[in-house]
């Protein structure tokens, strides 16, 4: 695919049409290294084909945004709205989930050409509502939509190496090799007070939904850690029998270790040569001063309980990160599980319609992760973003940081 | 079962010692109405055989007291450590829980006699220890075995009704008729204001580990209901199709309603005569007053989604439950849902050796309920207390407590 | 339970009301070594409880005979036509059979109630039709009932070892020590000719109604083994490698030996004491003389390979057996599993209504196994006799006789 | 893909060389209307990407011609030997088979440059074998390669249409409408003398080994089918209720029925405008006079069972074809299930060596079908064939010729 000639004639000066544009162009550059095959599998139910989230994502904005303001609006294709529907029960039926890698039809080809009929129509929208009063709400839309597009980003990225890694060749998604990380020191303890804190999203930038409101916490006082777990750290509990001792797991963390047999994180593997870690660049030697990354909530937990520490909860997280005090590695790396589950805020509420299942309705049975990783897309995280994921969840790119 | 018979001499003036008799032969009553073969099945793996209580709860004792106080200790029979173990990885190999009810043998009987032995074993220790330096610790882990045994009595109760419920001759384990439930008022809602609340147990009284440390949270101000939903109000929601509207549940929740193709809690059924409830005086009519029990986290949540509130956390319940504002309901009829996942308290210790497994390790994937039940031994609730349970579990006495 | 006591007064001559209540009586004597919680266990959905066969072998006696032919028939109990129905779609619904063992409620002693109630009431049935012109056909129906109840005899027998299997204690239903085998000769083999043989049962006794009809078919020239594998030459097989050798084993049999992780038969057990065998003498030191038993058919295929051999087809078998070639083993020790699928006979009839369902139905995907076993009641074996089971079967009393 | 490119130069005068290159490139031609995704997904476990058909078959003639006969040999891609071996033990470990989908690398480009390759070192190894003394044992293997190619052609055509239906799109494989049957004629009754038969293949044409030795059997007089069931006649089955009647069903075909929850055969839909069937034409009107197809085996014998006929034997079957007596549709329509078990003939034997997997391994739990079907590639079909698929295997084109 030739990514270049996907890039929409910018020939606007709003500077929201500018942002769809580069944004909507992102997802089609991260779809570049791969082929059509590469883009129409599907490796496990919890993640889906390229394809699927090149439509889907393109659906959002048909569905959510072309469906109800367009004039005259036509489908792209009347079957499309079943299709690349994820999750929205409000919109109707769906396409079963685990069923999306069957669908080879329609092309990628059409995809792409759903991507570029659906980025035409939103370009004369947003003109057509230049000046209007109608624009802030539809901006404030629009601006969903392409946050959305960026979480999936995120995902195609985790999407594909899982993909990958089921392929006994190991292809690699990026060329060259990841630049080696350089010795760490002994991890260093920043310490923070008791107090009542602040949470959440305030100011006028854009946040979701779970973010919300902003509210007071109290937080006894904690200590947390001033970097990230390496994979050299990660690798002694290993050694040290940390897969074997059911004192170090939560009970539900033993059986699933015990269930699905396992003596590593999901994409390390040991052969005559040592440690190899797989990721974008392919297979590669374990570099113990990386961070340990691709680790699972129960795994986190393991570890920090064998290293005499525990998980932050994300008030201490958010807390921390919005202090001076230097704290490394925070963005841009792992996501950072804390031992919080997943859950309202005070005095939450969700939007009306279908848009309201965006993030309430999976308040269950998951964990926060705070951060964001090497595979979020620029200018996409912030202190109070809440993302989330199963305990057992370990293809996205999450990490640890410790807390006492 | 003759349970007079089982009632120790109680030629003792040591409170404890009495205190262990009579918690002890209650659990014997509680299974006098029952049979052999009631006392040895095993309905789900959730559930234990009413024989498997008795003598887990005695395992508890030789286990973890007279094993390594007793003198020339020798076990009552060799193959109990390990049959009877329920969960504690540091003791040992244990009997696989689903096979609980395949132990026809030992026999009812020599289980009885397995826990007259230990009875008097135990009695002896206390005895021997009066007045000693070592007394206030063995004290303290007697009362820990009989909380424990306590518990496992509130247990027999649920595990009998969900194993009568299986048997289309639906068997009552009590005779008579439940009393039935003077009408209610509608729902009144009590207000609390926002500040710094004391969590968790204080003071020299029993409580488990996971009571602990007291400390200190932020509460937003918030309204509790004066009562516990009633069957009549439930019956609304499931009248107003609560049962097969997505919008009202969590997504975890409405594919386990599908999955399970639910359309009522688990004792609901109904037919030409209306709708009945399955309880442990048999099937009886359902009584619209009396609160709803054995309701699931998914159909609280959905119901206080229905009726346009929430499920308080466990903080505001404490708190609430520390007030003298009147509420109603808190203890004696059944387990209130927080919308807390259960999780460790700041500061939260574990203690040493096998005994560090009784609560902490199952700090995941569950929910805390607060008060305590109809089938709760009398004495054994807190305000304190913790109750935890998965959002799918129904077979314990929980109900709705409402907060906004 | 005193078997004594539950045998009927036989103040009749007919000689069809004495077998009655001789088959009847055997029934309990079987359970008489049982406690009431032996006889309600299940230990897995292929087999049934001790009290349900009880029951069930009952519930066949009044719903086939009783019911149509009683004068004011009234069931001893109006749900047990539910609960103790097997598998006849044609008698209406049935109580799932994997939760047999749940049904707590009749206590065994009610079902000793009703099997008495339903003895008398056959006993008059039979004696108000001597020498009527019905007798003939009622009587047909009497020995079906009790060929069926000799099953079933057979059945607690396999089902209690089961059971005892899965509890650590290896209890045994039996006082004692098997006697030991002496010493086998080397394998000799008997010849057969190539010809038409006939094929199923001839004359006037009783048979099921897959013996028949007699027909004719073609058979190969053929050798067949004079005697069953021993368990010493099935060691020999295991410890050449046998279960690790997929070369050895039918497709499906190489998945279930991975999947199940099996690397013997299922009563089989290996200590630093030597192998041993679980039976209804309990656990023993494994008796290398005695045949192998409890063996599947896809062990027996594999041990069949291993040995340059193969399992007989049944007209073989049958065919041998009608010879005076003086086989060994034939009848009283364990089943023989042949090749040959289970499959209609050429002109194959069922019996109209819920009883065509006794056999025909089962037809597919298990296979023929011939002769009788240890656990066979007396007087129920025939040289025509189809037994059948699936493929990985294990709990009968199932061994191995080579063919070549 | 442009199927006549990868046609192969024909400069030989070799019949098998030239007999290799056409049943090779009909493999490239089966794929020609279907996209790079369309060949890489896999539908079911039971069914391969028609990426995996192409290497696997190749794959075939590397594994066991190429790498014993070739001088030098070298493989392909030394990861192929794993990736595209099927079943075969012998030859090694093997790529899971329902992850066969996830294989998007090799491209498929690389897998028909692969077919290239060893197409052209087999066309040496021939030319190079010419007229030596191993000429016949070579051409022997070519042979078999080339009928197992057949084999998965016809799996190719089959594997398409499944992974289709399970798109809501129901994308047509060919282009056009399929051609209507005339109306058929009430079925007519052949009828065949008892007595003895031989089955099984005689002569020096190719056949697999369990067509071996051709052998005697007895076969009892019977009817067969002049013509096969249609789509009208299998229509009254179901709107008779046939599929909520148990009396019509096998146990085991019962408990399928329900369990999957059907009520008509797997590419069968009715909506408004009637029933339609789905094809490699894509959704059609149901055409009444078409013989019906895409029938399991619990659905043939249902079927019959409802029609007061049977299923014949394999023998009867291929008796009654061997004759003169005009039936019809025995060859290119549909494979015709028989009652047969699929079992080894008297005396039959298997290859040493890995090859010796090819078929006999699989003989347990399977039925026997006959004849051929409209997907079988020209030529491959023969009297003695037999096909062999599970009794609830439904996505082959399989059919109903009734006996009785």
Chains 1, 2, 3, 4 share one sequence.
């Not at 006082?221 to 040290?240: C, D, K, M, P, W």
Request: glycine residues 8%.
């Amino acid at each position: 695919m030739n990514a270049q000639a996907d890039r929409l004639p910018l020939n606007t000066i709003d500077p929201l049409a500018c942002r769809f544009a580069q944004v909507r162009a992102h997802s089609l550059e991260l779809a570049a290294p791969l082929s059509e095959e590469d883009c129409c599998a599907q490796s496990m139910p919890d993640a889906s084909p390229i394809k699927w989230h090149l439509a889907h994502t393109t659906w959002f904005f048909e569905t959510f945004l072309l469906e109800r303001r367009e004039r005259n609006f036509k489908p792209f294709h009347s079957a499309f709205r079943v299709l690349f529907n994820s999750y929205y029960n409000g919109v109707g039926d769906k396409h079963a989930r685990p069923k999306r890698g069957l669908l080879t039809r329609p092309a990628l080809k059409e995809v792409i050409a759903y991507r570029r009929n659906v980025d035409a129509r939103m370009q004369a929208l947003l003109a057509s509502h230049a000046g209007t009063d109608a624009y802030a709400e539809l901006a404030q839309l629009v601006e969903l939509g392409l946050q959305h597009e960026q979480q999936h980003q995120e995902l195609m990225l985790t999407d594909v190496l899982h993909l990958f890694s089921c392929n006994p060749l190991f292809p690699a998604y990026a060329n060259g090799k990841p630049a080696a990380h350089a010795p760490v020191e002994p991890l260093q303890w920043l310490k923070f007070d008791a107090g009542i804190v602040e949470i959440g999203h305030e100011g006028d930038g854009f946040c979701f939904d779970n973010e919300l409101p902003c509210h007071r916490q109290f937080v006894e006082r904690f200590q947390l850690g001033l970097r990230l777990v390496t994979n050299g750290e990660y690798l002694a509990f290993i050694e040290a029998g940390g897969y074997r001792d059911p004192a170090m797991w939560l009970s539900e963390g033993w059986d699933w270790v015990n269930r699905e047999g396992l003596a590593c994180p999901i994409y390390w593997q040991k052969d005559e040569g040592g440690w190899k870690t797989f990721g974008l660049h392919g297979l590669q030697t374990l570099d113990p001063h990386a961070p340990a990354v691709h680790i699972s909530y129960f795994e986190a937990d393991a570890y920090a309980r064998w290293a005499g520490a525990r998980l932050p909860t994300e008030a201490e997280w958010e807390h921390a990160a919005r202090s001076s005090k230097g704290l490394k590695q925070l963005f841009g790396v792992c996501w950072q599980w804390t031992s919080s589950s997943y859950a309202a805020y005070p005095g939450f509420k969700t939007a009306d319609g279908a848009l309201g299942e965006y993030n309430g309705k999976f308040m269950s049975n998951q964990y926060v992760l705070r951060g964001s990783s090497s595979a979020t897309p620029e200018g996409h995280a912030r202190i109070s973003y809440r993302n989330f994921f199963p305990a057992t969840a370990r293809w996205q790119v999450m990490g640890i940081r410790l807390a006492k």
